[in-house]
């Protein structure tokens, strides 16, 4: 849970409220069904769930690019189906996989974003200056974007969503193709937008990210809240789980691991292997001798408490991330 105080947005609408969202194409039958959710101002929202749950889908929808089958929503105060000219100017777009004006160059296209959600030309420099200068663009800034690499195109998305400063911030796996420094920056960010009163709709599957940066969590599965609640709330409120986290001398095969009463999914997490299981007697016991008998030698080993992909996969029964 973030400790960065926020402007009291009491008083004040909702920056988001969305009610009973619903909308499949037809082509993969992919979607959302009646989704709610709400993000007050200054809250920042999580929007977790695996590839083709309909986070992208719902995102499109409350960004006006789309419109829903059924449901409402509206951006602080305003009806994001009759208004949207006026919704776009209070909101703030990062998506997965951003595009440019390709032969402009980066500081043409941010610019150009500036100007287009009203910033004056000395507004529209001064905001600019020190995000390219954050986000270590500033010595690229005369390059044309189709020279950008992935991640620096990542931050000059990033740069275009915020420099006006929106009232709502929704933002499309903002981190991925970022470095270590980058992300660094970016979760100061959004820290300081969400203390001064921007709401942000944070859609992720980097548990980590969530957990530090969301003040509330919405679980997205085949298109349908599953769960909503702090990080705390959601994995209290499926308590009797434990996090078996293990290290091997050389990989082993995991099949009698898996096969273990109780264990509920095991995973790698870098040179780690993670083994989400429930909290019953004897199961790290268990889980240790699977290994053994797999011909594996343990060089470390530790329980952890769950944290929120283990929850999901517990509420779910399925992985967060899944490739279908």
């Known amino acids: 849970m973030r400790k960065t105080e926020r402007r009291d947005g009491a008083g004040r609408p909702d920056a988001l409220r969305a009610e009973g969202i619903s909308l499949r194409y037809k082509s993969t039958g992919r979607g959302v069904s009646e989704v709610s959710l709400r993000a007050a101002p200054g809250e920042v929202v999580g929007l977790v769930g695996p590839n083709g749950s309909g986070k992208s889908t719902l995102l499109r929808v409350l960004s006006t690019a789309v419109a829903p089958d ?126 001064n009163g921007t709401a942000v709709l944070l859609s992720s599957n980097q548990v980590d990210e969530v957990e530090s940066l969301c003040d509330r969590v919405v679980f997205l599965n085949r298109g349908k809240v599953v769960a909503e609640g702090t990080p705390e709330e959601l994995v209290s409120a499926v308590g009797g789980m434990r996090r078996i986290v293990v290290s091997l001398r050389s990989p082993v095969d995991y099949g009698a691991v898996e096969r273990v009463e109780g264990v509920l999914r095991v995973v790698t997490e870098g040179r780690e292997v993670v083994v989400q299981t429930d909290e019953r007697p004897g199961i790290v016991a268990g889980v240790v001798g699977a290994f053994v008998g797999a011909g594996g030698d343990i060089v470390n080993l530790r329980v952890e408490r769950p944290n929120l992909e283990d929850v999901f996969v517990k509420l779910t029964g399925e992985a967060l991330r899944r490739e279908d």
Do not use: C
């Open 70 to 195: 059924a449901g409402s929503f509206s951006v602080s105060g305003l009806d994001g189906l009759r208004e949207k000219r006026r919704v776009r100017a209070r909101l703030g777009l990062m998506f997965d996989r951003p595009t440019h004006y390709g032969d402009l160059s980066g500081w043409a296209n941010a610019y150009l974003f500036a100007r287009h959600y009203g910033l004056s030309e000395k507004e529209a420099n001064a905001a600019l200056a020190p995000l390219f200068e954050r986000f270590d663009l500033a010595e690229y800034r005369d390059e044309r974007a189709r020279t950008y690499s992935y991640g620096m195109g990542k931050k000059l998305a990033l740069i275009e969503a915020v420099a006006h400063s929106p009232e709502l911030l929704l933002l499309d796996e903002p981190s991925l193709g970022l470095d270590y420094t980058s992300q660094l920056h970016y979760t100061g960010l959004v820290r300081e937008l969400a203390a």
